[in-house]
């Protein structure tokens, strides 16, 4: 496993924009090409940044009311792909499969949702399928890629960038994809509580 790894484009999906605007200026100062969905897309737009759609990648819409936007080889090839891995390789340049190296999202907030007293059509809605799959395919990958899974790892992140630029070593991704699988872990068991009670 190779140590440090250069930020070259992140893939940014998240429900809450809060917090967020530091981190993407300090990524878009260091050259990284965002790549995003939806209302995320028009939030790092309207801040002054390029932002490549989704879709473009994919050639996919946002579909069945917005359930599927990220689901794709294109995307989930690109995060999940192995670097050093030749055949990987060959495969994402036969299928023009994007590198994706950082991965920052933050899920559907499931809970806030259960303790609202919304309807039971509403906390489905709110169970997020894309977001969690992006969560567990970039911290299975941290040899390669960074995920950072909710905004409360945004200022860790940006501690990474202040010091070292736009790269980490092995080190920072493990530890990112530990607080992962424990965002991961953590949402299911609330979904599974949900669903027993």
């Known amino acids: 496993m190779s140590g440090t790894k250069k930020i070259k484009t992140a893939l940014v999906s998240v429900f809450h924009k809060d917090g967020l605007d530091e ?25 002054g940044y390029e932002c490549q759609t989704v879709e473009s990648v994919t050639t996919y819409p946002s579909i069945l009311g917005g359930r599927v936007k990220t689901l794709h080889p294109k995307i989930f090839g690109g995060i999940l792909g192995r670097r050093d891995n030749e055949c990987d390789r060959e495969q994402m340049g036969k299928y023009e499969i994007p590198e994706i190296d950082l991965v920052i999202v933050d899920l ?10 919304a309807s039971e059509a509403d906390i489905i809605e709110k169970i997020d399928i894309g977001g969690i799959s992006l969560i567990r395919a970039g911290a299975k990958n941290f040899n390669d890629v960074v995920i950072v899974p909710s905004k409360a790892e945004y200022g860790v992140l940006l501690d990474i960038l202040n010091k070292k630029g736009a790269q980490t070593d092995i ?16 949402y299911d068991t609330a979904i599974h509580n949900w669903f027993n009670s």
């Open 108 to 117: 559907y907030p499931f809970e806030q949702t259960v303790a609202s007293g």
């Open 23 to 47: 981190l993407l200026a300090k990524l878009n100062a260091e050259g990284v090409k965002f790549l995003s969905t939806g209302g995320t897309q028009k939030f790092i737009e309207s801040l």
């Open 171 to 186: 080190e920072d991704r493990r530890m990112f994809a530990t607080r992962a699988f424990g965002v991961s872990s953590h």
